[in-house]
């Protein structure tokens, strides 16, 4: 596919997700600029990023450190990691990840901490699990709070909030809204964790609707990598 037609149709997705979002924030009377549109690249080429920043788009998500490595280096904007976090490889996201969304031991927390130039902040994002599957990530809501003081206590990163992947065995409304409750409880101890990651393609307006402050869009922006290869 050429460079044009990509970018006719990475606009024209990226305008009926924006149409949605709308749509979810003013049944739920929410203001559009309460949410974070993350555009998650993994599995396309850095070209589909520069194609939506230069539609206006800043926020880019990767769950691999290898593509988000080689990616934030082509590409200017705020990236996200939102993938699980392998040890040996705190070092590199450290470098190149403006936010992680997946944070849930101690031990990363203090490697990241550690890591992080103090005059760069890192973003960082407690994953909350509602069923401890194991292989997803996340920890018990009981757990966070310890987490959270941790995070709060250190000079190089910053907690921004909670993020979750409802189970796949649950009805996401269901989810999301339970979700949301362990976020309003956290507050309670970390008022200026004010931030929610929940959401993708399939249930992001259930997200918004739930409170979802970023929302993280891979297929209904860039499609199936199958049909790009």
């Known amino acids: 596919m050429s460079i044009v037609a990509r970018t006719q149709e990475l606009e024209a997705n990226l305008a009926l997700v924006e149409e949605r979002i709308i749509a979810a924030a003013v049944q739920a009377g929410r ?3 309460e949410i974070t549109l993350i555009c998650v690249t993994k599995n396309f080429p850095a070209s589909d990023a520069n194609i939506l920043a230069a539609l206006g788009q800043r926020n880019f998500g990767e769950n691999r450190d290898r593509e988000g490595a080689e990616k934030s280096e ?3 904007g705020t990236w996200h990691f939102q ?3 392998q040890s040996n490889k705190i070092k590199s996201i450290a470098q190149w990840a403006d936010v992680v969304h997946s944070i849930d031991s101690q031990e990363q927390i203090e490697s990241f901490a550690w890591r992080r130039a103090k005059e760069r902040t890192l973003g960082v994002f407690l994953q909350l699990s509602l069923d401890g599957t194991e292989g997803r990530g996340g920890i018990a809501a009981k757990e966070l709070a ?4 941790l995070v709060a206590a250190s000079p190089t990163l910053e907690l921004l909030g909670l993020m979750c992947v409802p189970p796949v065995s649950r009805d996401p ?3 999301m809204a339970e979700i949301a409750a362990v976020h309003k409880a956290f507050l309670t ?3 200026s964790a004010t931030s929610l990651s929940m959401g993708m393609s399939n249930d992001f307006e259930s997200a918004i609707r739930h409170g979802a402050t970023h929302i993280r869009i891979g297929t209904s922006i860039l499609g199936s990598r199958s049909l790009h290869e």
């Open 31 to 33: 203001d559009r600029s």
């Open 74 to 76: 082509l590409v200017k």
């Open 83 to 85: 993938g699980q976090i």
């Open 173 to 175: 409304d269901g989810a």
């Open 146 to 149: 310890g987490l959270g003081r």
């Open 189 to 191: 101890d970390f008022p």
